[in-house]
Antibody, heavy 115, light 106 residues
Framework: QVHLQESGPGLVKPSETLSLTCSVS????????WSWIRQSPGRGLQHIGY???????RYNPSLKSRVTISLDTSKNQVSLKLTSVTAADTAIYYC?????????WGQGTLVTVSS | EIVMTQSPATLSVSPGERATLSCRAS??????LVWYQQKPGQAPSLLIS???TRATGVPARFSGSGSGTEFTLTISSLQSEDSARYYC?????????FGQGTKVEI
């Protein structure tokens, strides 16, 4: 059973960078696809992007200019960086495992963008 | 972007009744359709993939059908623990898109 745990600051100031980490246990991140998904009352569930087990990465075009997803195999972690955040980026951020389907989800972490 | 539209927004049913949830895609997604269940304060959890394949451990009262642009999630005999929001998601495109959800109240 793969377990995912998101972590990072719960409050980020406008125009700054949101940085989150997804720590994975019970499996190697090199074996799977990983996605970041966010959920907000106004936008619902939104796929931010994914990184494959071969290292290929794709981003939601609406966020592409601001987002970076990467793998740290030494720590078995998946990371998300979102630059120049605004209030519209306030959401619960989830990491998820799966290529076509989010088979496993982290519990999610609420990130609020506010000064 | 493939737009997913779910109906109804809210469904109020009694225990033991049948619930039928609909999901429509703005273009053909073949059978590349997933259903998730989300309870308050929790992450979504996988119910059904490939439009009709139940995930491990999902009770048989949950069933999915459809292909192309029209899909249905049926809960044959509602239990109190089925009170949740249900989302559909397409993966015909690498860029997953989700419906806005149907809230099932029991």
């Amino acid at each position: 059973q793969v377990h995912l745990q998101e972590s990072g600051p719960g409050l980020v100031k406008p125009s700054e960078t949101l940085s989150l980490t997804c720590s994975v246990s019970g499996g190697s991140i090199s074996s799977y696809f990983w996605s970041w998904i966010r959920q907000s009352p106004g936008r619902g569930l939104q796929h931010i992007g994914y990184v494959s087990n071969s290292g290929s990465i794709r981003y939601n075009p609406s966020l592409k200019s601001r987002v970076t997803i990467s793998l740290d195999t030494s720590k078995n972690q998946v990371s998300l960086k979102l630059t120049s955040v605004t209030a519209a980026d306030t959401a619960i951020y989830y990491c998820a495992r799966g290529q076509d389907v989010a088979v496993d989800w982290g519990q999610g972490t609420l990130v609020t963008v506010s000064s | 972007e493939i737009v997913m539209t779910q109906s109804p927004a809210t469904l109020s049913v009694s225990p033991g009744e049948r619930a039928t949830l609909s999901c429509r895609a703005s273009e053909n997604v073949n059978s590349n359709l997933v259903w998730y269940q989300q309870k308050p304060g929790q992450a979504p959890s996988l119910l059904i993939s490939s439009a009709s394949t139940r995930a491990t451990g999902v009770p048989a009262r949950f069933s999915g059908s459809g292909s192309g642009t029209e899909f249905t999630l049926t809960i044959s005999s509602l239990q109190s623990e089925d009170s949740a929001r249900y989302y559909c998601q397409q993966y015909n495109s690498w860029r997953w898109t989700f419906g806005q959800g149907t809230k099932v109240e029991i």
